[in-house]
T-cell receptor, first 115, second 116 residues
């Protein structure tokens, strides 16, 4: 079965540094998402992306966050100036259509640790 | 806004015993409902989903779930669990506004422990 690929699997950074989390969605999918899961808490929606623009974003997705699809295959999440509370597992997901009609395919996540 | 409640943080079940994980949702219209499983170090894998039609849905790995509108519930069941079922289980509700790309709202998860 096709997979969503995320790199790196673990990232450690210093507070205030910029990080870029990378994802390769499934090739024929049109909708892309980022979710995060703080240790011991529920998975939270961050942002969705369609047709080269943000479709929807949550309150968590403030000005420190940005997403980009720089080429035809990658989908990135950038955190401009990391804070301790950004430490979490970040999941990328993709879908052939919007979530109401199709399942999401999740990657295995990037564990971000901000020191 | 929609919300999901999974009242059980941890559940311990003996191998071979039956399982039921509870999920209650809050949403004004008919929701799209999902169960995901997360094994240690792994991503989220879809077990099953409900969009419409038959309220009893079958999923992978022998799981099933029943949508009960009157109770706003979507409980996950399995008649006989295996040690490999030990994982974190998440219930989620989704909406589709027609514009596409709505995010899922997840519950906090239930940690399933299988004892020999």
């Amino acid at each position: 079965e096709p997979e969503v690929t995320q790199t790196p699997s673990h990232q450690v950074t210093q507070m205030g540094q910029e990080v870029i989390l990378r994802c390769v969605p499934i090739s024929n999918h049109l909708y892309f998402y980022w979710y995060r899961q703080i240790l011991g808490q529920k998975v939270e929606f961050l942002v969705s992306f369609y047709n080269n623009e943000i479709s929807e974003k949550s309150e968590i997705f403030d000005d420190q966050f940005s997403v980009e699809r720089p080429d035809g295959s990658n989908f990135t999440l950038k955190i401009r100036s990391t804070k301790l509370e950004d430490s979490a597992m970040y999941f990328c997901a993709s879908s052939p259509t919007g979530v109401g009609n199709e399942k999401l395919f999740f990657g295995s996540g990037t564990q971000l640790s901000v020191l | 806004a929609q919300s999901v409640t999974q009242p059980d943080i941890h559940i311990t079940v003996s191998e071979g015993a039956s399982l039921e994980l509870r999920c209650n949702y809050s949403y004004g219209a008919t929701p799209y409902l999902f169960w995901y499983v997360q094994s240690p170090g792994q991503g989220l894998q879809l077990l099953l989903k409900y969009f419409s039609g038959d309220t009893l849905v079958q999923g992978i790995k022998g799981f099933e779930a029943e949508f009960k509108r009157s109770q706003s519930s979507f409980n996950l069941r399995k008649p006989s669990v295996h040690w490999s079922d030990a994982a974190e289980y998440f219930c989620a509700v989704g909406t589709y506004s027609g514009g596409g790309a709505d995010g899922l709202t997840f519950g906090k998860g239930t940690h399933l422990i299988i004892q020999p």
